[in-house]
């Protein structure tokens, strides 16, 4: 563990590691630490075959179903549908292969991560070696551009800044020390001293003690919490899995019924039996995981026109029902970059935001576009910040330590280009002097000093300050006690201060070597205060909209960071995040409780800061326990053992690292918080789109059931032949259902709040809503059916006109479905789709009744005029009957919460 190494001087961590600091270790010694610790490479979890991987895929209860439905075609002779069936079992076991493999490889990302090479002290001479060879106690080397290929005790480091982002999630480049602390560090944000595995170098240079290698490094106690962390089945896998095994009861209870009761009545066991089967059939919607996945997969792509990339079909229908967003801070509210926010010169006050600066109006609280006069205070403070400054821009781009370049982009909107005085001197930033300044000379012998620094140091060394009214006039006394207000109101604001100031030099020394002893001490006093800097990661402008539309859709936002308290509080007021009465935890304070008490107060906890990624990992299963659907995003590596804990994971397609990307199962395209709100839309109409097919689909198959069951206890011969039943099954009613799979959402679907986490398919009614139009539609088969046998009609007249009033009677009972509370007509977006596949559908039975040879193979005969009509009027009667019954429901209910309302 890192901490233990933080608060060590330099001789006691090469005392207890056994190094040399003067001629590093021997390639021998190294050898054996390298038996001794392994190679410094991530470990590579237990991963199954790809074919064990594909005979997973047929372990789920529907597929097993959608076996059983393919042994029952088979045996009723039905091959070519038997085939079907089995096409679609096996494309759905090769698309969750695909997914399931791409899942597992979160860790081959993260060794990515792994420098290829580095520059390690051997037998006292500087060797390049690759990085797997690197063992505790080696000395490497750092410079700029470097990515660290260990976890190193820093013995120097000279203007040593790392981007620790990925791993820490703070958007700000670190400063690193090489002085041990006075206190061991409670998270890697907090150990200056220490330059982590696969964080990078920004400037500087430096050199330290490998303290740790491979699965001990920081990443490797990440990856280890990737391998922990468990990919949990999504909702609407549980409740397919339940629906399954109902659908399985049900036809074996319905074939052992028929079966029983006809030969009770002394019919033929093998004709009972035939009869069974096809109940069997009707009673399974074999179409119903197809159509599931289908609709998912169309979901998908509809998705991905809206940038959002899922990686699992279920984690679409998963988003819809998020009751918890568990989103990180940096790169995911904020856009991950430093910005010049606030600028304070000696008199006036500035924002700049979109390349424009505004000032402050002094007499009320608004703002008004800034001018800038070369000679005024702000332009100086941008010229100060600008050439006091080691960023670079490249193209539209600016390079270097992220502060600095924040500072480059104001001066370069203010019109500020680099300076034909020459650099003469730099005395470089570091952790004891906390400011940077050059020494820059001019035409002649003319000299200056530019300096930039923590506000309360550079405050002490400074004499004066430039005001825009009087020019460079005396720093009094009040006029310090103003600016350190300033500077309070600032870091309420959650802004890194940075002030600047200027002196005049005296001509140059005589000669170069003179020049160069001036001391810093000696140059950087009598200064002249110029401004102060307020920066920030600004938060992404889309993201307080979606905020507040997760609110009214009932959905929790929780901001989970790395960050310090002050700012990630400051940031969560900003965006709404923060209400009055909420609360803030820290890492610190989470260490301090156990889970029962997080579990008691989760609840009003609304910001984590200061976090790791195992008190993510500890948030993310807290929620869970609550029973919360959570959805966790983020772009780091520290990320990423929550993104795959949580119900499903979101990771940024830009900024995020290739690790979460791989743990997540949604990516966003454009890194854009607002995404999500959209991606939580789609999501809910895709699983409100399953359950309308599912009333669909089950109402069908329940006429189909009642309408054999009913003829053979009536002791009629039966309504439908297998084929017929099949027909209607995999043709006659799959068109409809996959349209509605794409039916667009209904009003005011972002308006109500995210279903319970234990929620069935078949809530709010829709068991009795599928059964009583089920009953309907038999009852009416049955009677057509029985009524055109007394009327002296062959059976394959009766039956083909059963044929057709069970299929009208279905695609007009599809028009039903669209809407979740009352009739069809309610729903005012069309479905062109759903017009399209009735048409087709009635096509086909028409086709079937109608062509020579088809109608010898289905059994059936052309139907004249009047028959049609009958059929047709007789199918819109189970609609009637229930329209009126829903209506009556309806008032009935109003009316009893009515009476409720009267009795408090």
Request: charged fraction near 20%.
């Amino acid at each position: 563990m890192y901490s233990g190494w933080t608060t060590l001087s330099g001789d006691e961590v090469s005392r207890r590691l056994g190094a040399l600091p003067e001629t590093g270790l021997t390639e021998q010694e190294a050898e054996k630490r390298r038996c001794r610790w392994g190679e410094n490479l991530l470990a590579e979890g237990t991963r199954l075959s790809l074919p064990l991987l594909f005979v997973n895929q047929f372990r789920d209860f529907m597929v097993l179903v959608l076996l059983g439905a393919t042994l029952l075609a088979a045996l009723l002779g039905e091959i070519t549908d038997a085939l079907t069936i089995l096409v679609i079992v096996l494309l759905n076991a090769i698309l969750g292969l695909i997914q399931e493999y791409r899942a597992e490889r979160s860790l081959e990302a993260l060794k990515k991560l792994a420098a290829p090479r580095a520059r390690v002290l051997r037998e006292g001479r500087l060797k390049v070696v690759p990085a797997a060879d690197v063992v505790p106690g080696d000395l490497v080397y750092l410079e700029t551009g470097d990515r660290i290929c260990a976890d190193l005790r820093l013995l120097e480091a000279q203007g040593l800044t790392v981007n620790e982002a990925p791993l820490t999630g703070e958007s700000v480049a670190i400063l690193k020390r090489s002085s041990a602390l006075p206190l061991p560090a409670v998270s890697p944000g907090d150990a200056e001293n220490i330059a982590f595995s696969g964080t990078e170098v920004l400037a500087g240079r430096g050199r330290g003690l490998v303290v740790a290698t491979g699965m001990q490094t920081e990443i490797g106690r990440i990856a280890h919490l990737i391998t922990e962390a468990e990919s949990s089945i999504t909702p609407l896998q549980a409740r397919l899995s339940r629906l399954g095994k109902i659908l399985v009861w049900v036809c074996l209870a319905v074939c052992a019924g028929m079966t029983l009761l006809g030969v009770i009545r002394g019919e033929p066991p093998y004709a009972m039996l035939m009869a069974g089967i096809s109940l069997a059939v009707a009673a399974i919607p074999e179409g119903l995981p197809a159509i599931v996945t289908v609709s998912l997969a169309l979901g998908v792509q509809r998705m991905i026109r809206r940038q959002a990339i899922v990686r699992r079909l279920p984690a679409v229908e998963t988003l819809g029902s998020a009751t918890v967003i568990c989103s990180d801070k940096t790169g995911t509210l904020t856009e991950n970059r430093m910005s010049v926010s606030r600028i304070l010169t000696g008199d006036s006050l500035y924002q700049f935001s979109g390349s424009q600066f505004q000032q402050k109006i002094e007499q009320g609280s608004g703002w008004k576009k800034a001018s800038l006069p070369r000679d005024g205070a702000l332009h100086l403070s941008l010229f100060i910040a600008a050439q006091c400054n080691n960023a670079y821009r490249e193209g539209a781009a600016y390079r270097g330590d992220p502060t600095e370049a924040a500072l480059l982009e104001a001066a370069a909107a203010a019109g500020i280009n680099p300076h034909p005085w020459l650099r003469e001197r730099e005395y470089p930033f570091s952790s004891e002097r906390k400011m940077m300044s050059v020494i820059q000379r001019g035409r002649g012998r003319r000299r200056r000093l530019l300096l930039k620094g923590a506000p309360e140091i550079v405050l002490e060394r400074c004499r004066y300050y430039r005001s825009d009214k009087d020019g460079i006039v005396p720093l009094t006394a009040a006029k310090r006690k103003e600016l350190l207000a300033q500077l309070e109101s600032m870091a309420g604001l959650a802004l890194r201060p940075l002030a600047v100031a200027f002196r005049e030099l005296p001509a140059a020394p005589a000669g170069e070597a003179a020049a160069s002893a001036e001391r810093a001490e000696e140059v950087e006093r009598e200064l002249v205060w110029a401004g102060l800097f307020g920066l920030e990661d600004p938060p992404r402008p889309e993201v307080l909209p979606a905020i507040r539309l997760c609110r009214r859709a009932g959905i929790r936002v929780v901001m989970i960071t790395g960050d310090h308290r002050s700012t990630a509080e400051a940031v969560a007021r900003r965006l709404e995040i923060l209400k009055p009465g909420g609360l803030v935890l820290t890492g610190g304070e989470l260490n301090a409780i156990d889970d029962r008490q997080l579990l008691r107060i989760i609840g009003q906890v609304q910001v984590f800061a200061r976090v790791t990624p195992f008190h993510k990992l500890r948030i993310v299963r807290a929620f869970k326990k609550r029973g919360e659907v959570v959805a966790m995003t983020g772009d780091g590596i520290n990320d990423a053992p929550a993104v795959k804990e949580a119900d499903i994971g979101i990771a940024m397609g830009l900024t995020g690292t290739d690790v979460t990307r791989e743990a997540a199962s949604l990516i966003l395209g454009d890194d854009n918080f607002s995404t999500i709100v959209a991606a939580v839309e789609e999501g809910r109409n895709i699983y409100s789109n399953i359950r309308k097919f599912i009333r669909f689909m089950l109402g069908c198959n329940t006429g189909e059931v009642l309408t054999m069951l009913l003829a053979v206890a009536g002791g009629l011969p039966l309504p439908l032949q297998p084929i017929q039943i099949l027909w209607i099954n995999l043709v006659t009613d799959g068109l409809p259902a996959l349209a509605l799979g794409v039916d667009p959402p209904e009003e005011g679907l972002m308006k109500s709040p995210p279903r319970r986490r234990d929620e069935g398919l078949f809530s709010r009614g829709l068991w009795g809503k599928l059964l009583l139009r089920g009953i309907l539609i038999g009852a009416v088969t049955v009677s057509l059916f029985s009524l055109a046998l007394a009327a002296g009609e062959v059976i394959a007249k009766a039956q083909t006109i059963a044929f057709a009033a069970l299929i009208t009677a279905q695609l007009v009972y599809v028009y039903d479905c669209r809407s979740e509370e009352a009739a069809y007509q309610k729903h005012r977006r069309r479905n062109i789709l759903l017009d399209a596949a009735v048409l087709s559908s009635c096509l086909l039975m028409v086709v079937v009744i109608y062509h020579p040879l088809l109608s010898v193979f289905f059994g059936t005969v052309a139907l004249s005029a009047g028959e049609w009509a009958v059929v047709c009027c007789a199918a819109f009667l189970p609609a009637l009957v229930d329209h009126a019954f829903s209506s009556v429901k309806e008032r009935f209910d109003r009316f009893s919460r009515q009476k409720a309302s009267d009795y408090p």
